[in-house]
């Protein structure tokens, strides 16, 4: 199976900085696309960023110029940076990668982890 886990979710202030990183963990043969969604009480699940394994990052126009994606895919990991955080940035965030489990199958699962707390708040 494969596993994502995100962690940096944290309590911030207005204007600060966080870094989030995510996981996965489990047997796979490789990861293409991964992102970063959030969800806001009451609201939809929202995409945020994605960035594929050759690293081409794409961002919401909402976080444009304020949040980075990376990836390291020797250690199957992404990671969003999130400068000059907002109040309207307090949400869930979730981790999705796109999965290819077995070398001889081009089969692609997605996966979802648990999402960390990140509130933007004085």
């Known amino acids: 199976q494969v596993q994502l886990v995100e962690s940096g979710g944290a309590l911030v202030q207005p204007g600060g900085p966080l870094r989030l990183s995510c996981l996965a963990c489990?047997?796979?043969?490789?990861?293409?696309?991964m992102g970063w969604y959030r969800q806001a009480p009451g609201k939809a699940r929202d995409l945020v960023a994605t960035?594929?394994?050759?690293?081409?990052?794409n961002l919401a126009d909402s976080v444009k110029g304020r949040f980075t994606s990376s990836r390291e895919n020797a250690k199957n990991a992404m990671y969003l940076q999130m400068n000059s955080l907002k109040p309207e940035d307090t949400a869930v965030y979730y981790c999705?990668?796109?999965?290819?489990?077995?070398?001889?199958?081009?089969?692609?699962?997605?996966?979802w982890g648990q999402g960390t707390q990140v509130t933007v708040s004085s």
């Open positions: 489990g047997s796979f043969f490789s990861i293409d696309v």
């Open positions: 999705n990668a796109v999965v290819q489990r077995f070398k001889d199958q081009s089969t692609r699962f997605s996966y």
């Open positions: 960035i594929t394994s050759s690293g081409i990052s």
